[in-house]
């Protein structure tokens, strides 16, 4: 069980400086079948007993258990590590006899979103291609427990599969998997199923603001014909008789017809947001939940408008380590409270912690510590408008 050993060792260092980042996925439980080409003479060929009497086997399917441990390198993209099991019978290739047989795989998957070439989306349903490599050790033992045969070989792998997030924390995961023996030529397969946690909330996707686009000048080069005789009430420059639209206002650009010409015009939203915690607490104080309440409402206002929530903590506390959770935890309060409470997508927010690095007030003091125990959150978007173009608008 070396291979077994060293697998949960490397989950376990991995696992340890990551946990307190955002994208981080843990899948604790997948299970799967696991299929066998079937090719019973090629096995055979290959799981010679080792005693050198001559008798070869051949392993049957059985069933899959296994762990992964990923990092999201986009939204739809993440590297796991995953480790698994399958534990089976190998028959004697006359038929004679069964034996235990356990197939243990370890591997480092790359699993691509779809929504990294079509664009993201609001869907819950997240499909995806599953590209990998790793090694497959495969023991076939006696009913004493001694070592018949085996193998350990270089396996690929590729698959499909898709993600149902069921929040923002947590997704049910499907995959069908092909597994290639590199070292033998033959191929596996695979179903598996489980669930898959995110600590810190997924990648949020980057809003590209498109920049304002100034109007181009109105050019009208309609011949007029001036008949000294009509009059223009107006002053737009349109005699009554031609005129769509009469009373037009007097800074108000129209064209032929006399009609105002619309214009579409960017509103930029950039906010800010503070709220303050009690010592060594992480949940919000009723007094700022109108606050939170307003940047909900801009949000709503702004449908494209993002917000980065950064948490801090004062210099108190048992370690550094402690209070940079602390500080994501009182990050991941306030979008919660945003999410939850008001509806804002979980996408459309990020969250970081900085301990007491970023202090505002000197920390020897307990109103500065009071100050330093805080979310800031900053909100950025736009929105673009139809107005009447008005003259002080044209470009000279």
Known sequence: ????????????????????????????????????????????????????????????????????????????????????????????????????????????????????????????????????????????????????????????????????????????????????????????????????????????????????????PVIDNTPVVIVESDLDSDGDGVSDSMDACPGTPMNVVVDERGCPVPVDITDELKMELRVFFDNDKSAIKDQYKPEIAKVAEKMREYPNSMARVEGHASKTGPSARYNQRLSEARAVAVKSMLTNEFGIAPNRLSTVGYGYDNPIAPNDTEEGRAMNRRVYAIITGDKTMTVEQTKDMVVQ
Request: hydrophobic letters at 40%; glycine letters at 12%; aromatic letters at 8%.
């Open 1 to 216: 069980m070396k291979l077994n050993k060293i697998a949960l060792a490397l989950f376990a260092v991995t696992a340890a400086p990551l946990a307190a980042n955002a994208g981080v996925t843990i899948s604790p439980l997948l299970l799967g079948y696991h299929y066998s080409e079937g090719a019973e003479d090629d096995q055979a060929e290959l799981l010679k007993d080792y005693s050198g009497n001559g008798d070869s086997y051949y392993k049957e399917d059985g069933l899959y258990t296994g762990a992964a441990l990923g990092i999201e390198l986009t939204p739809s993209t993440q590297f796991q590590v995953e480790y698994g099991v399958s534990n089976t019978d190998a028959i004697r290739q006359d038929g004679s006899n069964s034996f235990d047989a356990e197939q243990e795989m370890i591997s480092g998957n790359f699993l691509i979103g779809t929504e990294e070439l079509t664009g993201y989306t609001d869907s819950a349903l997240k499909p995806y291609m599953l590209i990998g490599a790793g090694q497959s050790k495969l023991e076939i033992k006696d009913s004493s427990g001694d070592k018949v045969s085996g193998t350990k070989d270089t396996i690929g792998n590729l698959g499909l599969g898709a993600m149902y997030r069921m929040n923002d924390a947590l997704s049910l995961r499907g995959e069908a998997r092909a597994i290639h023996n590199f070292d033998q030529n033959w191929w596996e397969g695979m179903a598996l199923a489980g669930l898959e946690v995110v600590l810190g909330g997924h990648l949020a996707p980057t809003v590209a603001v498109p920049p304002m686009q100034e109007p181009e």
